[in-house]
């Protein structure tokens, strides 16, 4: 019989050995509780001792450097150098986004700017730069993308967003410029050699082939007599290699649509696109190919910001690519000729859809009347319809094919060819529906008040 002397015996042996040591659990289990800290937790772990920050290593490099983040300065590259050497963190690169900011141009409030000016000259003059991303593309073995821009580095973005990590920051950027606030996008304007030096740095290490790339392409500055193109689409090394490892394509702000479509037609295996335009007019073919309709067997995100498009060239564009798609943004899109329903009923049957984002569907004139009526169900209706679930995007574009509105906005969206859109798509039928305020019964959206008492 066990005794209450004998538990309280046992209760004093069980306080007087010490807890068991967190290393000498299985290292399945040591690495999934890493997993599980929170950043500022695991970072913290790192520090307490020797042991911890090895058992640790794998579990930071997961979550920290998949994504680095370079420019062309001595600081940056050494320290993307030092990076792709370690024995642990190295082998969990994914992608590199090399950008062509530069100091005093697009990048304000550095420190010592001067000397970090000509730091940044004498890198270039000398071919450091290149050299030093040479011996990087060869030494990181899991490296599969590499991203081109010029304004991942000194850009902040408020929005939880795959930033990655800075390489150098803290010894180019000021203390205050490093602190998580929203920093203006200060891209050079105009052609940058850091297109061209990367794609030449590739095909140096014999890498051309085996890498995806990633463009994005900033220009604030233009006219419509200068419109910019970044690099040769004519070389060999681009017909022959480096179009078919384009995966993604970034344009913000103003180039020569020309050439960009020129890219996209030979870009044989692009999987994402976005354009942000001036209320421009895109085209999503290429005419010099004979009105060839862009196509990608593996497209899964597009996002659309501020332009026109041909109704005929959208609907085909998004047949096309229906079975993957799994990303669509459309913000402030209109057609000079055609609306949005059937564009919507596409959308709505597409079968991989995980995030839908709609935002001021540009008509030039209203729908016809519908005759239900669901405003005072759906006061939060405010032109936006954000999904992230392919039942919900199939829920609220099937209410709102059955019952198509628009709303009137006031101050209508003019494009360049002069045409003005006062409307936008209503999305209130699509909120009362994923509500549960109107239900389908017998083949039609009843109120579910009258379907209960029915």
């Keep these: 019989m066990i005794t209450a002397r004998n538990r309280a015996k046992a209760a004093l042996v069980r306080a007087s050995q010490p807890p068991f040591r967190l290393l000498d659990l299985p290292v399945e289990i040591v690495g999934g509780i890493f997993d599980y800290l929170e950043d500022e937790e695991l970072i913290g772990l790192r520090c307490v001792c020797c042991a911890l ?59 010592e700017e001067e000397t970090q000016k000509d730091l940044q000259v004498s890198v270039q003059r ?71 030096l990367v794609l030449r740095t590739l ?9 995806g790339l990633g463009f994005q392409f900033w220009n604030t500055e233009y006219s419509n007599d200068d419109m910019i193109t970044f690099f040769d689409l004519d070389s060999a090394a681009w017909k022959d290699h480096f179009s078919k490892q384009v995966r993604q394509v ?69 047949r096309l690519h229906a079975a993957t798609l799994e990303h669509i943004s459309c913000s402030s899109i209109g ?24 935002f001021r569907l540009l008509e030039k004139a209203p ?21 992230d679930d392919p039942e919900l995007v199939e829920l609220a574009l099937s209410a709102m094919r059955s019952q198509p509105r628009t709303a009137f906005m006031g101050r209508g969206v003019k494009s360049e060819a002069g045409e003005v859109y006062l409307h936008r798509v209503a999305f209130d039928v699509g909120e009362a529906a994923l509500e549960g305020d109107i239900v389908y019964r017998d083949g039609d959206w009843v109120f579910a008040e009258v379907s209960a008492d029915l």
């Design 250 to 318: 970034s344009v913000l702000g103003q180039v020569s649509h020309a050439w960009l479509q020129k890219l996209l037609s030979t870009a044989s295996d692009l999987r994402k696109f976005e354009f942000q335009g001036d209320y421009t007019f895109l085209e999503l073919s290429y005419q010099p190919a004979g009105s060839f309709q862009f196509h990608w067997p593996g497209f899964s995100h597009v996002d659309l910001t501020d332009v026109f498009l041909s109704h005929n060239e959208w609907t085909n564009f998004l």
């Design 335 to 358: 057609f000079p000729q055609g609306n949005w329903i059937e564009p919507l009923q596409i959308i709505e049957t597409m079968p991989r859809i995980e995030y839908l984002w709609l």
């Design 203 to 211: 095909e140096e290490a014999n890498l051309h082939n085996k890498i």
């Design 126 to 196: 000398s071919g450091m730069d290149s050299f030093i991303l040479k011996q990087v593309f060869r030494e990181l073995e899991n490296l599969e993308i590499i991203q081109i821009d010029v304004i991942s580095f000194y850009h902040h973005d408020p929005e939880p967003v795959d930033a990655g990590i800075r390489c150098g920051q803290a010894h180019i950027l000021s203390r205050k410029t490093q602190e998580d606030e929203p920093r203006e996008r200060r891209g050079d304007s105009g052609a940058n050699r850091v297109y061209d």
């Design 53 to 111: 920050n090895a058992n640790s290593a794998n579990a930071f490099g997961r979550r920290f450097f998949r994504h680095l983040v370079v420019i062309l300065h001595p600081t940056s590259l050494t320290t993307l150098f030092e990076i792709c050497h370690h024995p642990v963190l190295s082998r969990y690169v994914r992608q590199i986004t090399v950008s062509g900011e530069r100091v005093g141009h697009s990048m304000y409030e550095v420190k």
């Design 367 to 387: 729908y016809p009347h519908s005759p239900m009526t669901v405003r005072r169900w759906s006061q939060d209706d405010d032109g936006v319809l954000r999904l």
